[in-house]
Every structure is written in C-alpha cells, then in structure tokens.
C-alpha cells in the first residue's frame, strides 16, 4: 500500500479490516467489479457461482505463480503454475501415484493423533498450549517431513523456510524487489537440502516408504518427468505450498469457535465420542468464517465474459488480474443456505478451503484428514479457553500479515 496516494490507502485498509461487509456489499450491488488503475485492469469476483466459473476454466484464467516458481527452482515451472497442458496433468498424475488418496486415513491420521498426542503430553501439567508454533507447525512439519522423505535440519528451519516462500508465492502477485532479494538466499537453501537428500537417498535404497523413495522407483523405470532435478523441484513445491496450510487455518478456526461457546461445546463432545465426521463438520464450518485466503489471484488471458447470459454479465480483458474471492463466495447466500449462520449440516460443495477445480490443493485428502485430528486433540483438553491477555488473541506475522505466530489457549 506503500505506492498508494493516502485516501486510497486508508479506504483499502478499512475495506480489509470490513472485508465480509464489503464482499456482502459488492456480491449485492457489484458482483462483479471491474476497474482500471495504473494501465492495468483488475478484477473482484464475489459470487459462489462466478468464482467457480473462474476457478473451472484454468487456461483463460491461469494461475499467477509461474515467475515466483521460476525464482525459487532455479528457472523452472511445476505442476502448481502450469496451465491444463498435458504435462501438468502427467506431473500431477505421478504425483499422486506417490501419494495416493488412501494413506490419507491409512497413515496420515494415525500419525497425526500420535504426534499431537505426542504434543499435548509435554505441556499437559502445564495447563497451555501454543494452537500456532508449538503444536501446529511442530506436528505438521514432522508429518510432511517424514511422509515426503523430507525432514530438514530442524523443524523450525524447515517451517520457517516453507512459511517465506508460501508468503512470496502467495500473498501478493505483484514483482516486489524486496521480496524477492528475500526469498533467493531462501529458495537456494532449501535447493541445497533437497539435492544433498536426493544424493543421499540414492546411496540408501529401499529402506523408506515415502514419496522420495517412490519417486525414485518410477526414475528407475524410466517415468518421464522424474530426472533428479524435476524430483527436487516438485518436493520443495509440496514443501512450500503443503506445510504451512494446517498451522495457518487451525489457530484461525479456534479464534472463531473460542468466541462460540455453544458450539464449541458441542464440538467437545463430538470429539470425546471419537466422532470424526462432526469434528470435521464443526472444523471446516468454522474455518469458512476465517479461511486460508479470502481470495485466489489468477491472470485472464483472453478477453472473457463472466456469467454470460445473467444480467451481472461482465467482460473481463485479457491482462486483467482477477481475484476470485473464495471467502466471499462461501457466503453466498444464493447458493449457500443462512450464510451468516454456524451450521454442520453443508455439503462439502460449500466449501473452497482448499480452492476449486484444476489447482484445487494437491494435499486436499491429507488435510481434510489432519487438520480435523490436531483439532479433535484440542477439543478433547477440559476447561478450553483463551489464555488472558494478549497471548489468548491470535497475532500475525510481520512480513506477509497470513500467518498465525501464537494463539494459546489454557485448559484443566
């Protein structure tokens, strides 16, 4: 907001600390906003169904990632800013061969209760617990680390690494010099990490089960896109894009349902009767009040009318950055029943958590496993409450303004 004349920066900052009035307002009056500033044209799409409409047709809205991705692999693209081409569907294809759908419940929740049990065991005479950095970013860094071969020097150095490039990638899609002369020297030391692990693991076959290992036997078969480059390239994508999700959603949905007694009572009981499927309904209700994101940027590449044949029928030049507000369409009450309310009976369609169509998060079964188990370990602690004082209330980060650095909580 730095290059902003003051009014038009001050209006932005109430417009974001009012953001779910605004988005009420435009999806009313403006569901489709369109407007030119600086030579370029941007887009705010806040309707259910015309953020699906942008979100499903990826090549004429593409994603906005390509250029971070190329500083931090050396030049290279992945999957995650690729357009629906062929090789972005075979990348993502084997990828997946290597972490199928089913180790999800098979392995990923077991070893998620037993590292938040592991957790919540060293501070349980205590009585406090840190929802962010203690609990969240400890347990999913170990997971990922140890299911993606890749564990790091530290947890701490790892997440950390995770957190500035997902900022750089993800929180603004502008070419912030700054930013960038930021992310190198981080980008080049994780490169140096995945390579040294590569170069190691081949030297130490078939003692692993993780995607590593698996990526490695497809190489020895000859599967395209798995030279030892194109290897590092897509793990440092999952490491980036994977590890930070769960410690920036959980601490957020617990400062909404700490502020629900009601319903936080009832999660409480659904998780001390081991009722995984109303932990999950009472997690991801409360998460749409504080999501990931409140939007996803993506680039039109060619001029497009939005929600042709409506009455709110836009065009959209080609150039024109679009954000299509996943927050926002959540609570659309069009398509999305009492949005305002807290409700566990949604379909799963309500909800874009995890984004829509094409780029939907590679890691959306793992998550939609994990992030109800940490939380169903913390809904089990009696007497949950917000710590007092300014430990109870979630505090950001500096840099990026996204991620939860603590929000504790007390129990017993």
């Known amino acids: 907001m730095s290059d902003m004349p003051g009014l038009a920066a001050r209006l932005l900052a109430l417009g974001m600390r009012h953001m779910d009035l605004v988005f009420r307002i435009l999806r009313n009056t403006l569901p489709i906003l369109v407007v030119r500033r600086g030579g370029r044209h941007y887009a705010l799409i806040t309707r259910y169904d015309d953020v699906q409409e942008v979100l499903s047709r990826p090549n004429t809205f593409n994603v906005v990632y390509a250029p971070k991705i190329a500083v931090i692999m050396e030049g290279d693209n992945i999957f995650l800013g690729m357009r629906d081409e062929e090789r972005q569907r075979r990348d993502k294809a084997t990828l997946r061969l290597a972490a199928p ?210 009455l709110r029928s836009r065009v959209i030049p080609r150039g024109t950055l679009v954000l299509a507000a996943t927050r926002s369409a959540m609570f659309d009450g069009r398509r999305v029943p009492r949005p305002r309310a807290f409700r566990t009976d949604r379909p799963d369609h309500a909800y874009m958590h995890f984004g829509y169509g094409l780029h939907e998060c590679f890691g959306i079964h793992m998550n939609k496993v994990m992030v109800p188990e940490i939380c169903k370990a913390v809904l089990r602690l009696p007497g949950l409450r917000r710590a007092p004082g300014p430990e109870g209330r979630i505090r950001m980060d500096d840099e990026f303004g996204i991620f939860p650095m603590n929000l504790t909580v007390e129990f017993g």
């Open 101 to 310: 759908q089913a180790e999800a419940m098979a392995r990923v929740k077991p070893e998620t209760r037993r590292l938040a049990e592991e957790v919540i065991g060293r501070v349980r005479e205590r009585g406090r617990l840190d929802l962010a950095m203690e609990l969240t970013q400890e347990v999913t860094t170990r997971l990922f680390g140890a299911y993606f071969g890749t564990p790091g020097r530290s947890v701490e150095e790892i997440s950390e690494q995770a957190r500035r490039l997902f900022g750089y990638m993800f929180a603004s899609p502008g070419n912030d010099p700054a930013r960038q002369a930021r992310a190198e020297p981080v980008a080049a030391a994780l490169r140096r990490d995945i390579e040294e692990t590569i170069r190691a693991r081949k030297q130490d076959r078939g003692r692993h089960d993780d995607m590593l290992e698996r990526c490695l036997r497809f190489q020895d078969i000859g599967l395209p896109g798995l030279s030892d480059r194109e290897i590092r390239n897509n793990l440092i994508g999952l490491i980036v894009g994977a590890m930070p999700q769960a410690p920036m959603l959980i601490p957020q949905l617990f400062d909404r349902l700490l502020d629900r007694p009601r319903e936080l009572a009832e999660a409480q009981a659904a998780a001390r009767a081991d009722d995984d499927a109303a932990v999950a309904r009472y997690v991801f209700e409360a998460a749409r009040f504080w999501p990931l994101a409140p939007w996803l940027y993506r680039q039109c590449e060619e001029t497009y009318r939005l929600a042709g044949g409506t």
